[in-house]
């Protein structure tokens, strides 16, 4: 089974609304990341965690936080977004990362808006 | 640094004709290379995946793509589309660590 699943498919908030999205995973992979998707472009890393501790940020503001409860779960908690910040969000799994030509299997996104 | 660059953002076909997407890669390391398909309004699915083991890589729905070293190249291909192939592809190279550097993405659009 290569099956990630995202909640909830679909999310809008205000500016001044908190928000989390989820990510599960039950393919014993050790490592989960965070992408954003704007349309008609590649996805765009955001975060990734290795055995449940974070190992790279790209920069992203702060108002977007991370968290990987454990092996299975990620969450992305959402506070004070901008417009901008409407796109797609892929959650995404793999065996452990730092090995060479881990293969990342994606989950089905949540679309944001944000008014 | 790693790279992948996918020549055509949008290709367009008929039906039952050969599909081709390009993709030229820069590494300066033998290169772990990834095709993703994204259909409307879904995640990424995995179609194929080169990792040195052969340079004709077979993948799912009937695609596959050859690595080709002298040219930096690792092209997509179908012998016959189908309206379900629609979607857009996504070529992707890993540095480790974690990150997959992904080309601009090509959009097929089959026609009848």
């Known amino acids: ?35 954003k998707q704007k349309a008609k472009k590649p996805p765009e890393l955001m975060f990734v965690y290795s055995y449940e501790k974070l190992s790279i940020n790209e920069s992203v ?8 409860p454990n092996s299975s779960l990620l969450n992305l908690h959402l506070h004070a977004l901008q417009p901008e910040d409407s796109a797609l969000y892929l959650c995404a799994s793999s065996p452990p990362s730092g090995s060479l030509g881990e293969t990342q299997y994606f989950g089905p996104g949540t679309r944001l808006l944000v008014l | ?14 039906e039952g004709a050969l599909v081709l997407l390009r993709c030229n890669y820069s590494s300066s390391v033998p290169p772990y290379l990834f095709w993703y398909v994204q259909y409307p ?24 793509a050859e690595f080709k070293k ?9 012998p016959s589309a189908h309206m379900s192939d629609a979607a857009e ?18 959009e097929l659009s089959v026609k009848p």
């Open chain 2, 1 to 14: 640094a790693q790279s992948v660059t996918q020549l055509g953002s949008h290709v367009s076909v008929s």
């Open chain 1, 61 to 68: 503001p702060s108002r977007f936080s991370p968290e990987c």
């Open chain 2, 89 to 106: 592809y996504f070529c992707a190279v890993t540095p480790g660590g974690g990150k997959l550097i992904f080309g601009q993405g090509t």
């Open chain 1, 1 to 35: 089974d290569t099956e990630v699943t995202q909640t909830p498919k679909h999310l809008v908030m205000g500016m001044t609304n908190k928000k989390s999205l989820k990510c599960e995973q039950h393919m014993g992979h050790r490592a989960m990341y965070w992408y």
């Open chain 2, 41 to 64: 309004n879904q995640g990424l699915q995995l179609l194929l995946k080169y990792t040195s083991a052969a340079t004709l890589v077979k993948g799912i729905n009937g695609f596959e």
């Open chain 2, 70 to 78: 002298s040219e930096t190249s690792f092209h997509l291909t179908k």
